[in-house]
């Protein structure tokens, strides 16, 4: 079972982030390798892969993908799922790939993890080909998501306020980043994202990943409160969310 550590605080909750919320970016994925015209042949990284699907997506869709991220226990998920495909241990930060080795780098729900964003930014375009594409993609602003009743009522538990929406969650926010860096933003847009669990224990044990059974077991009514008003007919329970995403161009 793999531990949390400071330095590899995803480890821990690897397995349950595979199992509840893996494929739950896949909309995504469509606008972005559109935009960055990603098909057969395109080497292409994808930072803070996570588990792995966006990995085996590309594979499927012929693409020459790469893989990295700082969790050990979540690049051996992805190196299970995408086999042979080339998946390192490593931040944004520092990827530890050479110089011009892509055409392309995708980084869905990676970049707010970065302490250094413009080292990651740095370390994008260093490993692209002159003229490669970015596209960043994260979760939009609160208030279009239904996830947000529940992050309320679990923030009010403990008298607490809800973490505000960063810069990279509302409207340009991810252009605007792209552009910083120096880049040419060729697209950007929001997609509905819907997360659904196949009853309540998949709802609680999803949006409580990592947690202990025991801080489950007292969060699980607050949760199915939360989320009585997402739950249907036959039990299972579908929420609507929204992700941003941004591509951009960097000069030849
Ligand atoms: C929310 S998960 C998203 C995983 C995957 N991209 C997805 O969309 O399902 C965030 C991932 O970013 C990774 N991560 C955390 N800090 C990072 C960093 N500094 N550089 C790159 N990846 C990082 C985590 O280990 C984790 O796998």
Redesign the pocket.
């Known amino acids: 079972m793999p531990t949390t550590s400071p330095d590899d605080p995803?480890s821990a909750v690897a397995d349950d982030?595979g199992r509840y919320?893996?494929t739950?970016?896949q909309p995504v994925w469509e606008p972005l390798l559109r935009t960055a015209r990603i098909g057969r042949g395109t080497r292409v990284l994808?930072?803070?892969?996570?588990?792995g699907?966006?990995l085996e997506h590309l594979q499927d869709r012929g693409a020459v993908p790469s893989g990295?991220?700082?969790?050990s226990r979540?690049a051996e998920l992805a190196q299970a799922r995408a086999i042979g495909v080339d998946v390192r241990l490593g931040?944004?930060?520092r990827l530890p790939f050479g110089d011009g080795a892509f055409d392309a780098l995708l980084a869905?729900?990676?970049l707010q993890?970065?302490?250094d964003q413009d080292a990651?930014l740095a370390e994008a375009g260093r490993v692209l080909v002159p003229g490669g594409v970015v596209g960043l993609a994260g979760w939009a602003e609160r208030a279009r998501n239904d996830l947000d009743a529940i992050n309320v009522a679990l923030a009010e538990v403990d008298d607490d306020e809800p973490p505000e929406d960063g810069p990279l969650r509302v409207e340009g926010g991810l252009a605007d980043v792209l552009r910083g860096a120096g880049w040419d933003v060729l697209d950007d847009g929001v997609v509905p994202v819907a997360w659904t669990a196949r009853g309540d224990t998949d709802l609680v044990r999803g949006i409580l990943f990592g947690e202990a059974d025991s801080t489950i077991a007292d969060l699980a009514p607050v949760v199915l409160d939360a989320a009585a008003p997402f739950r249907r007919p036959d039990g299972t329970y579908r929420l609507m969310n929204a992700y941003r995403w941004a591509v951009a161009r960097v000069p030849t």
């Open positions: 995803w982030w919320w893996g739950f970016a994808d930072v803070g892969c996570g588990s699907e966006l990295v991220d700082p969790s979540m931040d944004f930060e869905v729900n990676a993890f970065a302490e990651a």
